[in-house]
């Protein structure tokens, strides 16, 4: 693995200029508003049912949910540099509830911590992160093309967590100049129930590290602010996208599936930043082979259910309103996608699942991603062994209660 200049970094993911997002198009938005996809299902909450069968009983679709719970707290995702509306009111009763509350420490007024070592704060921020329960933690200076240009939110939530097919509030997004760095974090998904896709249980894996995301940004955006700095929580992919910045941040590569490629967990991972005006020392990007291996593998194409992943090659021609323009990569057709989820009325996760880089972080791994990156003609037999060994093939949901381990964190 070896770490990129921005500049390099940029020749090799980004040809064209790229435009500000607007969220609204962001295709987990979309069927709220659409009418051109509102009009082809009438859910489009994958909220799931129980169906009798191992990894659908109801014992699996309530571990599902109850691993999203977090994302349905007040504490989540409620930070914008623009609020709407809704977030105003929603931040106002948050205030009020919070005000009822006996206070347990308020910090001296105008008080600041020394920013003259921006090395040792940074330190202390991935530590404190870690603290919190991130898995990896990355440094990047913002870059304001990665920032929404508009904010879109639903106008409500059903009592599931699905999203009504309602019209939401969307208003352009302006980042204050003060804000010029982002903490970025990668909450890992339990490997020993990502492997049971497309069950219920492997999307509790997924419901789970959205959870541990919203109370970890939650809490290091609350620490920043005691510093006596300002931190905006962006939670899940909300206010700027997240995969460019974690690249920036040093925490991977971007692979044919449209996900962010770690070295430790391959895609198995969720992302989050926190922006902040704390000065902070940037981390820089790292290449470690994964364009390259993504070129010969095609695992995640082979077994897509929705046939969203491409085999072609990288473009910077977006294939429909869902995609940014400008950045070479692997066009994910987002509407086969979210299509898919909602006719399967959950998530699926088996891109994730089927990836070779989707391993246990153990020495074994280890070496065979060093290989990888460093032999490039071993690339075609590693997919080969890959499938010889039997990885990447969903496994049977019978036994999983009496065979899991829940991971110690």
Same mark, same amino acid.
């Given at each position: 693995?070896?770490k990129?200049t921005?500049?390099?970094w940029?020749e090799?993911?980004?040809?064209?200029?790229?435009?500000?997002?607007?969220?609204?198009?962001?295709?987990?938005?979309?069927?709220?508003?659409?009418?051109?996809?509102?009009?082809l299902?009438k859910?489009?909450?994958?909220?799931?049912?129980?169906?009798?069968k191992p990894?659908?009983?109801l014992?699996?679709?309530a571990l599902q949910?109850?691993?999203?719970?977090?994302?349905?707290?007040?504490?989540?995702?409620?930070?914008?540099?623009?609020?709407s509306?809704?977030?105003?009111?929603?931040?106002?009763?948050?205030?009020?509830?919070?005000?009822?509350?006996?206070?347990?420490y308020k910090r001296p007024?105008?008080t600041k911590?020394?920013?003259?070592?921006?090395?040792?704060?940074?330190?202390?921020?991935?530590k404190?992160?870690t603290y919190f329960?991130a898995?990896?933690v990355?440094?990047?200076?913002?870059?304001?093309?990665?920032?929404?240009?508009?904010?879109y939110?639903?106008?409500?939530?059903?009592?599931?967590g699905?999203?009504?097919?309602?019209?939401?509030?969307?208003?352009?997004q302006?980042?204050?100049?003060e804000?010029?760095?982002a903490?970025?974090?990668?909450?890992q998904?339990?490997y020993?129930m990502i492997?049971?896709f497309?069950?219920?249980?492997?999307?509790?894996?997924?419901?789970?590290?959205?959870?541990r995301m919203?109370?970890?940004?939650?809490?290091l955006?609350?620490f920043?602010? +005691?510093?006596?700095f300002?931190?905006?929580? =962006?939670s899940?992919? &909300?206010?700027? !996208?997240?995969?460019?910045? $974690?690249?920036? #941040?040093?925490?991977?590569?971007?692979?044919?599936?449209?996900?962010l490629?770690?070295?430790r967990?391959?895609?198995?991972?969720r992302?989050?930043?926190?922006?902040?005006d704390?000065?902070?020392?940037?981390d820089?990007?790292?290449?470690?082979?994964?364009?390259?291996?993504?070129?010969?593998?095609?695992?995640?194409?082979?077994?897509?259910?929705?046939r969203?992943?491409?085999?072609?090659e990288?473009?910077?021609?977006p294939?429909n309103?869902?995609?940014?323009?400008?950045?070479?990569?692997?066009?994910?057709?987002?509407?086969?996608?979210?299509?898919?989820?909602?006719q399967?009325?959950?998530?699926?996760?088996?891109?994730?699942?089927?990836?070779?880089?989707?391993?246990?972080?153990?020495?074994f791994?280890?070496?065979?991603r060093?290989?990888?990156? +460093?032999?490039r003609?071993?690339?075609?037999? =590693?997919?080969?062994? &890959?499938?010889? !060994?039997?990885?990447g093939? $969903?496994?049977? #949901?019978?036994?999983?209660?009496?065979?899991?381990q829940p991971?110690?964190?």
């Open positions: 693995m070896k990129l921005l500049s390099e940029e090799k993911y980004i040809v064209g200029p790229v435009e500000r997002f607007d969220q609204k198009y962001q295709m987990f938005n979309r069927p709220s508003w659409d009418p051109a996809l509102k009009r299902l859910d489009w909450s994958f909220a799931g049912e129980v169906k009798g990894g659908y009983t014992q699996d679709h949910r109850a691993s999203w719970r977090g994302t349905q707290l007040t504490l989540f995702n409620m930070s914008k540099p623009n609020p509306s809704m977030s105003k009111a929603i931040m106002a009763a948050m205030a009020a509830s919070y005000s009822r509350m006996q206070p347990l007024e105008r911590i020394d920013v003259g070592e921006p090395q040792m704060i940074t330190r202390n921020i991935k404190v992160a329960g898995d990896l990355g440094i990047c200076r913002l870059e304001r093309r990665w920032v929404y240009s508009h904010t939110e639903e106008a409500g939530l059903d009592e599931t699905g999203s009504e097919t309602v019209i939401g509030e969307s208003k352009p302006e980042m204050p100049d804000f010029q760095y903490v970025v974090m990668g909450f998904e339990e020993d492997k049971y497309p069950t219920y249980i492997a999307d509790a894996a997924t419901g789970m590290g959205y959870s919203a109370i970890a940004n939650a809490f955006s609350s920043i602010q +005691n510093l006596g300002k931190a905006i929580d =962006c899940i992919n &909300d206010v700027a !996208l997240s995969i460019p910045m $974690a690249m920036q #941040a040093g925490l991977g590569g971007l692979g044919r599936n449209g996900l490629i770690t070295p967990f391959g895609p198995r991972l992302l989050s930043k926190v922006i902040t704390l000065p902070l020392v940037a820089t990007p790292v290449d470690f082979g994964v364009t390259e291996f993504c070129t010969v593998c095609k695992k995640c194409v082979d077994l897509c259910p929705s969203a992943i491409t085999p072609g990288r473009t910077t021609e294939n309103v869902s995609n940014a323009a400008g950045e070479l990569k692997w066009r994910i057709n987002a509407e086969k996608c979210r299509m898919y989820w909602a399967a009325n959950k998530s699926c996760t088996i891109c994730i699942a089927c990836c070779p880089y989707n391993k246990p972080n153990t020495w791994h280890r070496s065979v060093w290989f990888a990156d +460093n032999v003609w071993i690339d075609s037999l =590693c997919v080969w062994a &890959d499938d010889l !060994l039997g990885y093939r $969903a496994v049977k #949901a019978e036994n999983f209660w009496e065979e899991w991971r110690r964190r």
